[in-house]
């Protein structure tokens, strides 16, 4: 099992910028690839950045590409996802999760472990 809790999510002017961060606990982070989701209102859950065990790999979605990064703290058992250039589209709930593999993958059904999520707001 792994425990995932995010953080930093908030209110922000667009333009504006966040860090979220995803504490694990439990079972060996350092084994698994962590993805970034997020799901706005009325809408399904959609891919936004994933990093693999190493940090070697990453991969983001073509609406947050250029403007968020995401990292990885093996050491601390954390995953980051630093927001720039924020957009009221961007509004969401963005949920931290654990995917149990080698290689990087944007479908969220494949991810086991997930968080309870953290609410973001871009205001225009």
């Known amino acids: 099992q792994v425990q995932l809790v995010e953080s930093g999510g908030g209110l922000v002017q667009a333009g504006g910028s966040l860090r979220l961060s995803c504490a694990a606990s439990?079972?060996?982070?350092?084994?698994?690839?962590m993805g970034w989701f997020r799901q706005a209102p009325g809408k399904g859950r959609e891919f936004v950045a994933a990093?693999?065990?190493?940090?070697?790999?990453?991969r983001y979605a073509d609406a947050v590409k250029g403007r968020f990064t995401i990292s990885r703290d093996n050491a601390k058992n954390a995953v980051y996802l630093r927001m720039s250039s924020l957009k009221p589209e961007d509004t969401a709930v963005y949920y931290c999760?654990?995917?149990?593999?080698?290689?990087?993958?944007?479908?969220?059904?494949?991810?086991?472990?997930w968080g309870q999520g953290t609410q973001v707001t871009v205001s225009s």
């Open positions: 999760a654990a995917d149990d593999t080698a290689v990087v993958r944007i479908s969220a059904p494949l991810y086991e472990y």
């Open positions: 439990g079972r060996t982070f350092s084994g698994y690839a």
């Open positions: 990093i693999s065990w190493s940090g070697g790999s990453t």
